[in-house]
């Protein structure tokens, strides 16, 4: 059975869901939980070469702080639910990229995403993270609605 | 936590893999199986002139007998894991349809299923039919590669 899940979450109301539900199989299956959460690159594409660097601190603060409190409502929410948990945040990458290296750092053997998280065009649809993880993913994913 | 698993298969080989993954999630948390295979209106499979050498009747006497095969296997596996297990053969629907009609009617609250199934183009990619159960239903769905 699974050993080890890796829960998605960027704070949004629909990857709470994921946070829930990953925490209750964690529970029931008596397992060890990593929850991640990415924050992106400051500076890509054309935006690259510009002399921005007080901006670009301002910008990884700003990053740090709020991965920070998203994983501290992660503990809160995993102590309400009687789950040890292990959190990171993983900086400078795109989503499904910082999801996949997490997941192979920690050894991961399944991945918990909600559908779609705060870049949302309708609910209809599967988020653009959720399904690069998918197709990335070498493990399991579960995927929440 | 989940209670009545819904197992999709189409007796390809990386459905295996979902049979299995799904059957021992199912024994961790003591819930109730049930496994849906579905076979397509003969109309999508059999067009033009190969109508005639292929009545409707011989299509569906074909179909039957590969889900019956399909379903018995799925069967024996949960036998030998010691749990129950409802077995859905969905006719005349397209898979991800009678995926999901299933589902509802089985009362299921998670559905398990491979990334792609026979007709997968490659590992890397996404089956159809896996993203429209993602994108049509409301239920999480596990796809295991």
Redesign the interface.
């Known amino acids: ?2 050993k080890h899940l890796l829960i998605a979450t960027d704070g949004s109301q629909a990857s709470a869901k994921a946070l829930a ?1 990953g925490l ?2 964690a ?3 008596a397992i060890q939980v990593t929850v991640v959460t990415v924050t992106e690159p400051w500076s890509h594409g054309a935006y690259a070469t510009m002399p921005t660097p007080s901006m670009a601190q301002v910008y990884e603060k700003a990053a740090a702080g709020n991965a920070a409190s998203i994983l501290e409502n992660v503990k809160r929410a995993a102590d309400e639910a009687g789950t040890a948990c292990q959190t990171r945040h993983i900086k400078d990458q795109h989503a499904p990229e910082g999801i996949i290296k997490a997941a192979k750092d920690a050894g991961c053997d399944l991945i918990i995403v909600g ?1 779609h998280g705060r870049g949302t065009l309708s609910r ?3 988020g653009s993270t959720s ?1 690069k993880v ?2 990335l ?9 | ?2 209670k009545h698993i819904l197992i999709a298969t189409d007796g390809s080989e990386l459905a295996g893999k979902a049979v299995a ?1 799904g059957i ?2 199912a024994r ?2 003591g819930a109730k199986v049930t496994a849906v295979t579905v076979t397509e209106p003969w109309t999508a499979i059999v067009t033009g002139e190969a109508a005639f050498g292929f009545p409707v009747e011989e299509y569906e006497k074909s179909a039957n007998e590969t889900a019956s095969g399909i379903l018995a296997g799925v069967s024996t596996l949960a036998r030998m894991a010691d749990i129950g297990c409802a077995t859905v053969h969905a006719k005349d629907q397209y898979p991800s349809e009678g995926i999901l009609d299933t589902a509802k009617k089985s009362g299921c609250d998670l559905i398990v299923m491979a ?1 792609h199934g026979r007709r997968g183009l490659g590992r ?3 089956g159809s039919e ?2 429209k159960v ?2 049509h ?9």
């Open positions: 059975m699974y539900q209750a199989l529970k029931a299956l559908s209809l649809l599967l399904l998918l197709t993913s070498p493990v399991t994913v579960l995927v929440c609605r | 936590m989940y993954a021992d999630l961790s948390l990334s890397l990619l996404l896996a993203v993602l994108t239903g409301t239920l999480p769905v596990l796809i295991c590669r």
